[in-house]
């Protein structure tokens, strides 16, 4: 028995797909979760060995999940990250008539993608949100009056007709993973730190703490405020920085930033992810 790579399923979604090319050429077997809270515990627990979770869109943005659940009291570290081209397509019961669907199903990130393409040709569906674009693909295989917005291999996988490709309305539509581990990666040389720093509520301190990486000539990649669970106008910041946390210049501005900020947290260093999966 193989070790295994947690992913959101059932099969026939995009973290799937995702979970699929990582696994090519490594002694790993992909296993499907229904939530992200449960990829996190899998990877905790030792269930999995790594667990693939998606963490921002580059039409949506974030995943607000992901995000609260590494800040919170997780264990998992981010041991790396992919960047897979999702492509929407439209897909029907075989032998459905387009112009007699009322309701189209799919996960609210891929009806957020389609919204031009929906609002347009197919204005007087109903649009609904259900946990994954694969569960939506089954509901619709076993369901007349019903489409899904889900990939090609969900049509494959739940005998669907493709009815249109390439809906998102953007054609370049790229969602980033994050791969999850126990232990982060080794340097390689070109590697990326994830971090969450939390900061006083006061003129000036996310300047300070910002300037922090400046000085040491560090670029940021990514910023991003989540709020405080339980108190409005309070926030905590997740940052992406250029190098390994080994790195001399990186671990000294991070001691620094220790210094300025409420609380620390290293989520992880990793490889950046060189080339984006089709």
């Known amino acids: 028995m193989g070790e295994f790579l947690g992913y959101l399923g059932p099969p026939g979604t995009f973290s799937e797909e995702a979970a699929i090319r990582y696994c090519t050429g490594q002694p790993l077997l992909s296993k499907p979760y229904f939530t992200i809270n449960q990829i996190f515990s899998a990877v905790e627990n030792g269930e999995v060995k790594m667990g693939v979770v998606p963490v921002e869109n580059s039409l949506e943005g974030s995943v607000n999940l992901t995000l609260d659940l590494l800040s919170g009291g997780s264990q998992a570290k981010v041991a790396g990250e992919l960047l897979l081209r999702v492509q929407h397509c439209l897909l029907t019961r075989p032998g459905e008539d387009i112009t007699q669907i009322k309701e189209i199903y799919s996960h609210p990130q891929a009806l957020a993608q389609c919204r031009t393409y929906l609002y347009k040709f197919i204005p007087e569906a109903e649009l609904i949100s259900m946990i994954s674009t694969a569960e939506a693909a089954e509901l619709v295989g076993r369901s007349e009056g019903k489409a899904v917005i889900a990939s090609r291999r969900a049509a494959e996988l739940y005998s669907l007709d493709i ?89 000294r501005a991070l001691e620094e930033v220790q210094e300025k900020a409420l609380c620390l947290k290293i989520l992880g260093s990793y490889p950046v992810a060189r080339q984006t999966l089709l």
């Open 163 to 251: 009815v249109r490709e390439n809906i998102q309305d953007e054609p370049s539509n790229i969602t980033r993973f994050l791969l999850l581990a126990m232990e982060d990666a080794p340097w390689t040389g070109l590697d990326k730190t994830s971090l969450l720093i939390g900061l006083d509520d006061r003129p000036g301190s996310l300047h300070a703490a910002l300037g922090v990486f400046a000085c040491h000539d560090l670029n940021l990649t990514k910023i991003e405020s989540r709020p405080l669970r339980g108190t409005l106008g309070k926030y905590k910041f997740f940052l992406d920085l250029e190098g390994h946390r080994k790195d001399l210049k990186v671990s």
